[in-house]
C-alpha cells in the first residue's frame, strides 16, 4: 500500500499539518506513517558512568510515552473528521531525521510527505531546515509543507509555477495526477523576464500537449519573479503552489527569509507542493 509520511514533533504545528496528511490520504487512497525521531543527548557524567543507563532509559521512556499521547490525539482528530478509516501506522526511532527519512521512504512505499512549518524559530528550522531544503534536496519523495495556523480547506485550484523546461511538464504532469485525485483545476504560472529565451511555440506546444488536462496557462511578462507569484496567488485563489524542488533558493527564502515569508505565508496562507525532479510515482 502507498504511504503518506508525515514527520511529528508532537507540536499543535504538526496536529493542525495532520488534517491535510489525512484528506490527501483519503483523496489518494494512500495509509498515512506517523514518524517521530529522537536522538540521545551527549551528557558529561564525570567519569561515572553508574547512572548513565538510567537517564538514558528515562529519556526513551519520556519519548515513547509523549509519542503514545500524540497517536491517541491524532486517531481522535481523524475520528472528529470523519476519516478513521485512513489506516493510520507509526514509527519511533533513534536516530538522525533526514537519514531516517531516506531509508523509510524506500522501505515503506512512501510516495508523499507532508509536514508543518511556522516560521525561523520552529521545529521545520530546527529539524529541517535551512533544512526543509535539505529534505527536498536529499528525500527523493514530493513534499507537502502545511504553514502554521493554516486550516485546511477544499483544494480547487493548484498553482504551478514553470520556465517551460523538459523537467517542468514532467513535475506538472505529476501535479496534474494530484489535481486530478482531489478535483482541482491546475493553473501554470509562467514569469516572463524581458530577458526570456522561451519561444511562443513552445507555450503553443504545452497549451497543446495539457488542452484536455483541465491546464491553464498564464503568461505574466514581468522581471520581478517573486512579486509576480504573489499577485498570481492572489488574483487566481491558488489554494496550493506547487514548484520543482530544484527552484530551492526561493523556497529557501520563503522558510527562512521574514520578509519574503510574510508576504507569501503570512498573507496568501497557502501550503507548498515542492515535486522533485527525479520522482517516479
Not at 495556523?149 to 493548484?158: A, C, G, L, R
Not at 486530478?180 to 522561451?198: I, M
Not at 510574510?262 to 496562507?269: A, D, L, S, T, V
Amino acid at each position: 500500500m502507498k504511504k503518506i509520511l508525515f514527520p511529528t514533533d508532537f507540536s499543535e504545528t504538526a496536529n493542525n499539518a495532520f488534517i491535510t496528511a489525512l484528506k490527501m490520504a483519503d483523496f489518494l487512497n494512500y495509509e498515512i506513517l506517523v514518524l517521530h525521531t529522537y536522538e540521545m543527548p551527549v551528557i558529561n557524567f564525570g567519569g561515572n558512568l553508574a547512572f548513565a543507563p538510567e537517564i538514558y532509559s528515562t529519556i526513551e521512556l519520556d519519548t515513547f510515552e509523549s509519542f503514545r499521547d500524540i497517536m491517541a490525539r491524532l486517531r481522535d482528530m481523524a475520528y472528529a473528521n470523519k476519516l478513521d478509516h485512513i489506516t493510520i501506522n507509526h514509527m519511533l526511532l533513534q536516530g538522525g531525521l533526514i537519514d531516517t527519512m531516506k531509508t523509510i521512504v524506500n522501505d515503506e512505499n512512501v510516495r508523499l510527505i507532508v509536514m508543518g512549518t511556522s516560521g525561523t524559530n520552529d521545529w521545520a528550522s530546527r529539524l529541517f531546515g535551512s533544512n526543509t531544503i535539505d529534505v527536498m534536496n536529499h528525500v527523493p519523495r514530493n513534499l507537502l509543507v502545511i504553514p502554521d495556523n493554516i486550516q485546511y480547506h477544499k483544494i480547487s485550484t493548484i498553482g504551478f509555477t514553470t520556465k517551460f523546461r523538459p523537467k517542468d511538464k514532467k513535475a506538472l504532469k505529476e501535479v496534474v495526477r494530484i489535481a486530478k485525485k482531489v478535483g482541482a483545476e491546475v493553473r501554470c504560472l509562467y514569469v516572463k523576464p524581458s530577458n526570456s529565451d522561451v519561444t511562443e511555440e513552445t507555450i503553443e506546444q504545452w497549451r497543446e500537449d495539457f488542452k484536455d488536462k483541465d491546464v491553464q496557462f498564464v503568461i505574466i511578462p514581468h522581471d520581478d519573479v517573486k512579486e509576480s507569484i504573489h499577485d498570481f496567488l492572489n488574483f487566481n485563489h491558488i489554494d496550493v503552489l506547487a514548484m520543482l524542488s530544484y527552484k530551492s533558493n526561493f523556497l529557501k527564502e520563503v522558510f527562512v527569509k521574514r520578509n519574503l515569508a510574510k508576504e507569501i505565508i503570512g498573507e496568501i496562507k497557502i501550503p507548498l507542493l515542492a515535486i522533485r525532479a527525479d520522482y517516479k510515482e
